[in-house]
């Protein structure tokens, strides 16, 4: 099979290209590199560096191979920045998307993996979050997804594309064989940003409110490993033969800020440089997945189902490369 992975030099996008490489299959990665690294593709994968507004370029791609399936994981994803640029976000992430599906559609790829976010729910009424809570964004960053989710949904009775929006929550920890990590420019998921403080390679780790209401005050997240979130997306693809999806992907347990930073500490056996502060503008206190819908349908289960497993595998990474793959580049 071949597969086009569009982002894959990112942080999710590289572990799913490693994922792929390693069933057998061959990979196209589409990355402008904005964001991406180039040395996070391996090199048995094709690479093609162009932005996907780029729509010549986009239809090049599909002229000069055809795909089985295409895994979208280019995105803007920040919600900070989407607060200070929400048109912005919902230019990019939605025409770009759509463009992207569209072009799949006309080349006869009808399955389409749609990397979504769990900020479609905005702040969930009930906990674990399942597919069917009321999608109530409340940053432009999630109602950009939700848009794409949309949309996609309707080009299934249109064109025949079946598509799986897979809601990620927390994305964590690194390939365990140390062959791909987590490095963002600038980096703003806290288990990285906790252990790279621990590292002395980032000021103290910055703790976005105290005051939530939650068992210590911090905002509660479930945290999910790459590789298992990898594992989700090629789990997906047999089921798109009945039709179009939506997947809610977590380990269905939820950690606070503290709890992340005392497993930081357990596994680095040294204390987490932070200092405390407001609440950041779009954060919800709890999102935690229910996963058992993907879990009945496809098998899927987390193989790194422990928050310290999945730190264990994300320090060692940065333990042995704390400037990311710009060190790897530059060797």
Not at 147 to 175: C, K
Request: glycine share 8%; proline share 6%.
């Amino acid at each position: 099979m071949r597969y086009l992975v569009s982002g894959g030099a990112g942080y999710v996008g590289s572990h799913l290209v490693l994922a792929l490489l390693d069933a057998g299959h061959e990979v196209v990665v589409l990355d402008d590199l904005s964001m991406g690294h180039r040395a996070a593709v391996p090199t048995s994968a094709e690479f093609v560096q162009a932005t996907l507004s780029d729509r010549a370029r986009v239809q090049e791609i599909f002229s000069a191979w055809s795909f089985d399936a295409v895994f979208h994981m280019a995105a803007l994803s920040l919600v900070g920045d989407s607060m200070k640029e929400p048109l912005r976000y919902c230019r990019e992430n939605v025409a770009n998307s759509l463009f992207l599906a569209e072009t799949a559609a006309r080349a006869g790829c009808t399955k389409f993996v749609l990397s979504s976010t769990a900020a479609v729910f905005g702040v969930p009424r009930e906990v674990p979050i399942t597919e069917e809570a009321p999608t109530t964004p409340v940053n432009p960053y999630g109602l950009s997804k939700l848009m794409v989710e949309q949309a996609l949904a309707w080009a299934e009775g249109a064109h025949g594309l079946r598509s799986a929006a897979l809601r990620y929550f927390n994305a964590a920890g690194a390939d365990p064989a140390g062959r791909a990590g987590e490095d963002h420019d600038p980096e703003t998921h806290l288990i990285p940003r906790a252990i790279l403080a621990t590292l002395g390679e980032l000021p103290p780790l910055h703790v976005f409110g105290t005051d939530y209401d939650t068992p210590d005050g911090t905002a509660v997240r479930d945290y999910v490993h790459v590789a298992d979130l990898a594992a989700a997306h090629i789990a997906v693809l047999p089921r798109l033969d009945q039709g179009s999806v939506r997947y809610n992907i977590g380990n269905g347990a939820g950690h606070s800020v503290r709890e992340v930073m005392a497993a930081v500490e357990r596994v680095a056996g040294r204390p987490v440089p932070h200092e405390n502060g407001p609440r950041r503008a779009g954060d919800p206190p709890a999102l935690v997945a229910s996963s058992a819908r993907l879990r009945a349908e496809t098998g899927w289960t987390p193989r790194f189902a422990e928050l310290d497993q999945i730190v264990r595998t994300a320090w060692d990474w940065h333990a042995a490369q704390p400037n990311g793959y710009r060190a790897r580049a530059a060797a």
